[in-house]
C-alpha cells in the first residue's frame, strides 16, 4: 500500500508539474526599467511572430530590482531589461540572473557588450561624448575625457549629479583606463570647472549651455536625438540644433558607451521564451527598430542607423568590457564624493 501511495503522489506531481509547464508555455514574463513606449512595439512583434504573450511591468530599475529581491523564488518574472551596465551588475551580484548559452546572442553582440558568465546581454548602445555650444568651443583643444580638468574650461562645464548612474559609469571607466588615483585628480579638476551645481538631467545640461549658462555639456546622445526630432517642442529642437559633438579618446581607447540590457530570471519558469525574446531583440529589424526609434546604438555590428544618428558621424567606441563598470561603480562613487562632486 505504502509503494502504491507513494507512486500515486508522484503521478499527481508530474500532473501538476506538466500542467504548470503548459500554463506558462505561451508566455514570458518581463520586468522592464524602460518605459512602456520605448519596448512594447517590439514585444507585440515578438508576440506576433511566436505566438508567446509578453506580460510587461515596467518601473524604475531600483524599484524593480528591489521588487525581484524581495520576490526571491516566487518572483514571476522572467526577464529584467535595465539601462547601464552597473545596474546589470547589481542584478549579477544579487545572483538574480542565471547563465545563458546562447549562440544567437554570442554571434550578435560583441564580447564587450555582453558579460563574461553569460549572465546578462547588451541589447543597444548608448555613448556619451564631449558636447558643445557651435562657435563657443575649438574642438581641437578638446579631445579627451582628460582634458575637461584643464583650467581652460573654468566655469564652462555643465553636468549632472554625481548620484546619476551614467556619471559613475564614465568615472568607473575612467578607472579602468587611467587607475582610481589618477582619475580622483580628473575628477577635483572636473569639479573645479563646473559652471553650476550639477541639476536636472541631460537634457537640461544641453539646455543650460544653449542659454549661455556653460560652453559644454556631457550627455547621452539619444537626449540630444530626441530633442533635434521633437516635432512637438520647437524650443528643443531649436536648442539641439545649436550644439556639436566631440568624440573623445579618438587617438586611444575610444569613446566611452554604455549599453541598455538584459538577463533571465534565475529562476524563470519561462525560460525557453525569456531566451527567445533575448535573441529576437538583437535581431536585425529590432536592432533597427530601437535606432530609428529610440535613436541608440544597434549593439549588433552591420544594422542600418537612423538619419540623425548618422549625422553624428562615426566614432571610436572604448572597448574595454561593460562589466567593469559595475565593478569599478563602488570605488567610483566614493571618488566622486571625495573630489566634491555632488
Known amino acids: 500500500m505504502k509503494k502504491t501511495s507513494t507512486l500515486g503522489i508522484a503521478g499527481v506531481l508530474l500532473f501538476i508539474s506538466t500542467g504548470l509547464n503548459e500554463a506558462f508555455a505561451d508566455e514570458v514574463n518581463l520586468y522592464s ?112 575625457y582628460e ?40 575628477a577635483e579638476g572636473l569639479v573645479g570647472n563646473f559652471a553650476r551645481s550639477p541639476a536636472g538631467g541631460d537634457r537640461d545640461q544641453i539646455k543650460a549651455a544653449v542659454a549661455g549658462e556653460c560652453d559644454i555639456a556631457i550627455a547621452n546622445t539619444y537626449y540630444l536625438a530626441r530633442m533635434l526630432n521633437d516635432g512637438k517642442d520647437d524650443a528643443q529642437r531649436m536648442a539641439a540644433e545649436k550644439m556639436a559633438i566631440i568624440w573623445p579618446n579618438q587617438d586611444g581607447r575610444g ?44 549593439v549588433k555590428t552591420g544594422v542600418e542607423m537612423s538619419e540623425t544618428l548618422t549625422s553624428f558621424g562615426e566614432f571610436k567606441a572604448d572597448t574595454v568590457n561593460l562589466a567593469s563598470l559595475g565593478e569599478y561603480n563602488a570605488p567610483a562613487v566614493k571618488l566622486m564624493d571625495r573630489a566634491g562632486w555632488r
Open 147 to 186: 582634458d575637461l580638468a584643464d583650467g581652460l574650461w573654468k566655469g564652462r562645464i555643465c553636468i549632472r549629479s554625481s548620484g546619476n548612474i551614467y556619471n559613475q559609469s564614465l568615472v568607473a571607466s575612467m578607472i579602468a583606463a587611467n587607475g582610481e588615483a589618477d582619475t580622483e585628480k580628473w
Open 33 to 144: 526599467a524602460r518605459k512602456e513606449a520605448l519596448i512594447k512595439p517590439l514585444l507585440d512583434k515578438f508576440s506576433e511572430q511566436t505566438g508567446v504573450t509578453v506580460n510587461l511591468v515596467t518601473a524604475a530599475a531600483d524599484a524593480l530590482l528591489a521588487r525581484l529581491k524581495s520576490e526571491g523564488k516566487l518572483t514571476p518574472a522572467d526577464v529584467f531589461i535595465t539601462v547601464d551596465a552597473g545596474r546589470l551588475h547589481r542584478a549579477k551580484k544579487a545572483e538574480l540572473f542565471q547563465p545563458i548559452d546562447s549562440m544567437i546572442l554570442k554571434s550578435a553582440i560583441p564580447a564587450q557588450y555582453r558579460d563574461p558568465d553569460g549572465v546578462w546581454f547588451g541589447l543597444s548602445l548608448r555613448a556619451r561624448p564631449i558636447m558643445y555650444v557651435k562657435g563657443k568651443v575649438d574642438s581641437a583643444t578638446l579631445t579627451r
Open 255 to 298: 569613446a566611452h558607451v554604455n549599453v541598455s540590457g538584459a538577463g533571465v530570471i534565475r529562476h524563470s519558469r519561462n525560460k525557453e521564451n525569456a531566451i527567445r525574446l533575448l535573441e529576437f531583440l538583437v535581431s536585425d529589424d529590432s536592432q533597427k527598430w530601437y535606432a530609428e526609434v529610440n535613436h541608440e546604438y544597434p
